[in-house]
């Protein structure tokens, strides 16, 4: 079964195909991403990260204008990932 992962991305004037800033009459333009199937609790580093799980990182940084300095793999505090 095929995972994906949503973002809203933008905001979108309704039906009429173009972004914008203001919110009335807005709905969410998303972005859809595939999701990865394969655990990221052992991965240490970014690099261990599976390709889709970093291009997800990688875009969520770029559409929120914010470096992503920690990841967290599962729930402990030595299972971060530090960037």
């Known amino acids: 079964m095929a995972t994906t992962v949503l ?3 933008q905001w979108g004037d309704e039906g ?6 203001v919110l009335e009459r807005c ?5 859809e991403f595939d ?8 991965a240490q580093d970014f690099d261990q990260l599976s390709k889709r799980a970093r291009v ?9 204008g914010a470096k992503i ?7 402990r505090r ?4 530090f960037l």
């Open 27 to 31: 709905s969410p333009v998303y972005q």
């Open 16 to 21: 009429k195909g173009k972004v914008i800033d």
């Open 56 to 64: 997800y990182l990688q875009k969520l940084a770029q559409l929120s």
């Open 78 to 81: 030595e299972e971060t990932i």
């Open 35 to 42: 999701g990865w199937q394969m655990s990221t609790k052992q």
């Open 7 to 9: 973002v809203g991305a």
């Open 69 to 75: 300095s920690l990841v967290s793999v599962r729930a």
